[in-house]
């Protein structure tokens, strides 16, 4: 059982999110805007939320303006000359005009599309997704069962999202795994980290001492892969509705 509402504390607006299993309170900021939420045991009384909220107000605001500091990539046009990452590492794209079927080749420095002269802005933003779509289940095949064996945790299903605020997300009960289509993006430690960070959710559901102790446990450099995949420049995006099974 959950049930969500709003409440105002100094400057900003938080979401109060409220579980009938849960026994503590837990703040979170969510990137890339800053958004803060927390999620309460039903029982709390507002103004016990609220008070929570004001002790931490100095952390929860150096965090909100340490996200609205970070870089952000401009808006990609998918032209020849634009950079683009692609595990970590910076490709330039070259944009070849020749008919027939539309592809992406990465060669050492270079990813190529070719695609016909008339192919607009969302079809190659669209071809890209799908290439990094498919350069991400080709690294997650061999990624999963790794981190799987590590944990001794095992999810049912994993699938991929294009999400604009997390990284990662679970559903305990089904032990499904959504990873964001971003981190194809980003080094392959960071794709780790949020394996690792969801696997261990379906054994401790919050964000507790437990559930810390846990990641460092499996992954000791997580804190590090985590200051790192939260500093690399954000991008412009609008928020996912593509998903796929993995």
Not at 28 to 40: H, L, N, Q
Not at 67 to 85: A, D, I, T, W
Request: glycine residues 4%.
């Amino acid at each position: 059982m959950e049930k969500s509402d709003k409440m105002v504390v100094g400057d900003f607006s938080v979401k109060i999110k409220r579980k009938k299993n849960l026994k503590n309170l837990y703040i979170k900021v969510i990137p890339p805007e800053g958004d803060v939420e927390v999620t309460a045991p039903i029982s709390v009384e507002d103004e016990e939320i609220r008070l929570f909220l004001l002790k931490r107000m100095s952390e929860i605001i150096k965090v909100k303006s340490k996200m609205k500091k970070q870089e952000r990539q401009s808006k990609r046009e998918y032209v020849s000359g634009e950079s683009h990452y692609v595990w970590g590492k910076l490709y330039r794209l070259q944009v070849i005009h020749q008919d027939g079927k539309s592809n992406i080749v990465k060669t050492p420095t270079k990813l190529i599309m070719t695609i016909p002269e008339d192919t607009s802005r969302e079809s190659r933003e669209r071809l890209m997704n799908n290439w990094y779509r498919k350069e991400l289940v080709r690294v997650l095949e061999s990624v999963i069962p790794s981190c799987e064996e590590k944990a001794r945790i095992y999810g049912n299903e994993y699938k991929i999202k294009n999400m604009k605020t997390k990284w990662g997300s679970c559903n305990i009960d089904k032990k499904t795994i959504w990873i964001n289509l971003q981190l194809a993006k980003k080094p392959i430690e960071c794709l780790e980290y949020v394996l690792f960070h969801e696997l261990i959710h379906f054994i401790e559901r919050n964000h507790t001492d437990m559930f810390y102790s846990l990641m460092e446990k499996l992954y000791p450099t997580y804190r590090d892969v985590k200051n790192s995949l939260d500093t690399m420049p954000l991008e412009s995006m609008k928020s996912g509705v593509e998903n796929d099974n993995v």
